[in-house]
């Protein structure tokens, strides 16, 4: 057995896809952290120390959502029920969606409170409902993050408040919470594009401003606290294709001498501003590119002592990969598997690996298998191979 690799061209598919080639660009941006991903496959396309445990703010509120968006898909809560707003929840500071004590609020209500209007009070009402207490909501929203494989997030409170110290989230796990959110609960990723809400009379703006700023955005969060400085986790499609991009640490000196209010408004545009310039690059940089529709014939692998002598190789899945687009002409398509494989053969077997590579890429591998079943070679069949197989042995040693 040996490994065995074959290169082979993926050029008839590529030239169906037709795009302009612009000048290549270095995306930057002031943020301290940043990350773009891939929303269909969630590969990273470019980050910026991503993988940095920082402040996430209200950002974080997105585990909270995903804890109340899990309940309601299962069936535990409907978004008619209403839950009970106590003094605690009542007195939080910050942001707040002016929940009244001693109420009760629908689920629907709060959802849109805590995405639109970023309602600490909200954050409460959910977390004391689900969890019983603040600090048993908190243990789930830590437990639910190991499940969701956010290793650098830990989290000391709903609402992404400063006090108590310690709630934390990397960029990268944003954006995976945030693809996790779009493609897990899509019956309710529509209230992310909300631009307003109103609750007690009092009307509040989303202060996602890059859904008005770049067309196609539909979501996700903001955040800010004087330690996390101006967040964002945002996603747009264009073209169906979805890109996730979250930026945080972005600083604002010169907004230090103005009014809260002033502050506010000017820091929601800025980072606004910021947001949809790096997401229109990511737009123009990045393409996605279908390669293989599911069952696509790959290439043959060698068969040992089978009724034939080769097994046509297979994907299982489509095969779709998003690269910058002077990557394209670069890329290369290796199938790599240990052969020859022995028979018999059952169709579905996973043979071997299929491997993309380009500049300026990750690389993506997946796995390929048996087009058709291979019965093992008759009785005689097989003393022929194996005498084949010692000439042939013989002859190389020569």
């Not at 954050?123 to 830590?142: K, Q, S, Y």
């Not at 059952?346 to 087009?371: M, S």
């Amino acid at each position: 057995m040996r490994r065995i690799r074959k290169f082979f061209s993926l050029l008839p598919v590529l030239a169906a896809i037709a795009f302009a080639m612009p000048a290549h660009a270095d995306i930057t941006t002031a943020a301290e952290h940043a990350i773009i991903m891939d929303g269909a496959t969630g590969q990273v396309l470019w980050s910026k120390d991503a993988d940095t445990a920082t402040p996430p703010a209200s950002m974080s509120k997105l585990m909270t959502l995903e804890l109340l968006f899990r309940e309601l898909k299962d069936g535990r809560l409907k978004l008619t029920d209403t839950l009970p707003v106590s003094e605690t929840a009542w007195q939080t500071q910050g942001s707040k969606m002016f929940v009244s004590v001693g109420s009760r609020v629908p689920v629907e209500d709060l959802i849109r409170g805590i995405i639109i209007t970023s309602g600490n009070d909200a954050c409460i009402v959910i977390a004391e409902a689900l969890g019983g207490t603040v600090d048993g909501f908190v243990a789930m929203m830590n437990k639910r993050a190991k499940e969701l494989g956010l290793t650098q997030s830990h989290f000391v409170n709903p609402d992404g408040l400063p006090d108590p110290p310690g709630q934390l989230m990397s960029v990268h796990d944003l954006a995976k919470l945030a693809r996790h959110l779009i493609y897990g609960y899509p019956q309710y990723y529509h209230y992310f594009s909300e631009q307003s809400f109103v609750w007690n009379n009092i009307k509040q703006q989303n202060r996602d401003s890059v859904i008005e700023k770049f067309p196609g955005t539909d979501g996700l969060k903001t955040g800010h606290t004087d330690a996390a400085g101006y967040g964002i986790v945002t996603s747009a499609q264009r073209g169906g294709q979805r890109l996730i991009l979250v930026l945080n640490g972005l600083r604002y000196p010169q907004l230090d001498k103005m009014s809260p209010a002033a502050q506010d408004w000017h820091g929601v545009n800025l980072r606004g501003d910021e947001a949809a310039r790096v997401m229109g690059l990511a737009f123009r940089e990045f393409r996605s590119y279908q390669l293989l529709k599911a069952g696509d014939n790959v290439g043959s692998a060698a068969v040992w002592q089978g009724a034939s002598d080769t097994v046509p190789v297979v994907v299982g899945a489509p095969l779709n990969v998003t690269m910058q687009v002077d990557s394209r002409a670069a890329m290369k398509v290796v199938l790599s598997y240990e052969g020859p494989v022995r028979a018999p053969i059952t169709k579905g077997q996973q043979i071997g690996t299929l491997n993309v590579t380009a500049p300026d890429f990750p690389g993506v591998t997946v796995p390929v298998y048996a087009g058709e079943s291979v019965s093992s070679a008759g009785f005689f069949d097989r003393i022929i191979l194996g005498i084949g197989a010692m000439i042939e042995g013989h002859s190389a040693q020569k």
